[in-house]
């Protein structure tokens, strides 16, 4: 045999995966005077089937011409990409949080926080249970707080049966848990850990549909393909003004708040500078004007049209900053915020102290 | 009881008792065999409505009728072919110099332990060293190139181990009477040890390949993307793989989605199949014609 052979026919073998390669990617020129460019997307796994569908339709009704990407790293690891420039926009499932902000600061990135949707935290049970129907937010406390020893449904209210209770939540990682943890127990985390978790919330409808004794929470898009096989419950805030007593999660009550506090707003934070470009600019114009049935489609909750223009008015004005800054802000609507913190020096002055001069930086 | 009763009697014993052996050992054979046939059957069932041309040749999208899985197609390919392209020849001609080239002594010994040790790292650990050294530090971005680095890097030590094997096992006579008759260590190289090794390479080749284009979690840190709608047209273009898009549909709620994500994984293992076709019909090739 003959060495020249040999890496003759490796040279072919080479050439033909260079073909392949070649092959694979015949490319479509992008048309004179359409959109092009691209918008780099990044985030929460919660937003990320809204931004999808917006992402969809755009694309669509431009032609592909644009090239708009959406990955899923959750809400903070899309933010550490985008505090560091990486992408244009990020999907947030919660508002920035505070070490965030201090990174922005030193990094010189300032952005625009837009909410798109709310979502609520359906809180089920077992179709078989007959006892429970609503529970108090104080009640959840109790069941979910870091070191609860309630191990029996009797324990979390006097009347109910003596059975054990066995309970199913979003892992640690997942923005829901944080949510839901920081609503119920006061702190982002503050939980007993003696529950079953899975980061897949599938795999949670499967435990609590199988399980009678069963008591756990998600996002309301689960239950809502699944409630055949499982009971929602209604939750008590024990506030009269913000809906009295039992209130059940609907379109209607998760989008005004009265569903509090396991409704939360989910929001898209855009880069200032990424603005500038047309592309972005024309997809943040499309995403606040469409969101709206496109979140429904996805198994959210709208906004109404009236917050929808004032987030787009927040987006034409460029309006940096929170919304929520330390000052609390229970029972504000999402309309009375935007209303309020719509001119920069508000938003500004409302967020982080280490935020109020990033033009010095 | 004559000795021949009691010769007749034990070694019916012992035909029993390997009987039991050799049922033991087809059980644990079987087992393998079982699982992988449920899988199966259990995804074609879930997903084989899903499948179809309008399937390969779509875009993802919300509405599950029409979703597609085309960008993961072609990022995968992408992906493999670029792995390979990078992986290969840096492994090939590593296992090359560790083997043939090398003084041996401690040196030799450390850059071993280490290769072996690389060899067994959790992939994610990958992914972070590609995320701060290929996307950021060469600011290569989330680009196929910065992935397929990344995947290179994970795969590399299992390439170089399988190819050590593969010379290791080549008769010690070949190179001697080689030398004997005057050829230099390269001549003996491109003649003898690559055209005699070359199948069992490449079957190490296409295992450590099919561990790449089974992979999620390196790709997810180096930011590979869940939504693209456009195929990639250069090694710098961003990019999504068969996993990461059968990992989001299963995430979704709808059960549709459920189904979509089954006729993913159908993909995914008709293109591992191919995978594994191919290198038995490499490696068929490269043996007859080593047989000349």
Known sequence: MSSKRFSSRLALLAGLFVLAAAASGCASEPVEGQ???SVQIDGSSTVYPITEAVAEEFMIAHGR???VTVGVSGTGGGFSKFLQGETDINDASRVIKSTELALAAEEGIDFIEL???YDGLAVVVHPDNDWADCLTVDELRAIWEPGSQIGNWSEARPGFPDRELSLYGPGTDSGTYDYF????GGASGASRSDFTASEDDNVL????SGDPDALGFFGIAYYEENADRLKLLSIDDGDPDNGDGCVRPTLTTVGDGTYAPLSRPLF???RPDAAEREVVRAFVHFYLENAGP???DVGYVPLSD????????RFERRVPGTMFGEEAHVGVTMRELLTRYMSPEASSASSDSLLSEPEAL | MTASQQYNERLERRRRKGLVFSVLLFLATTSGLVVLVTLIVDVVVQGAQWLDWEFLTRFPSRIPENAGIKSAIVGSLWMILLTAAISVPIGVASALYLEEYAPRGWLLKIIQININNLAGIPSVVYGILGLTLFVRFFALGRSLLAGALTMALLILPIIVISAQEALRAIPEGIRESAFALGATRRQVVWSHLLPMSAPSIMTGVILALSRAIGETAPLIMIGALTFIAFLPTSALDPFTVLPIQIFNWTARPQADFQGLAAAGIIILMVVLFLMNLSAILLRNYFEKYRAR
């Open chain 1, 35 to 37: 959109l092009s460019g």
């Open chain 1, 205 to 208: 409808v499967q435990g609590i």
């Open chain 1, 268 to 270: 898209i934070y855009v």
């Open chain 1, 115 to 117: 909410p798109v949707a």
């Open chain 1, 294 to 296: 496109l979140s429904r």
């Open chain 1, 65 to 67: 011409a644009p090239r």
């Open chain 1, 181 to 184: 943890t920081e609503a119920v």
């Open chain 1, 306 to 313: 009236e917050e929808y223009a004032l987030a787009l008015e």
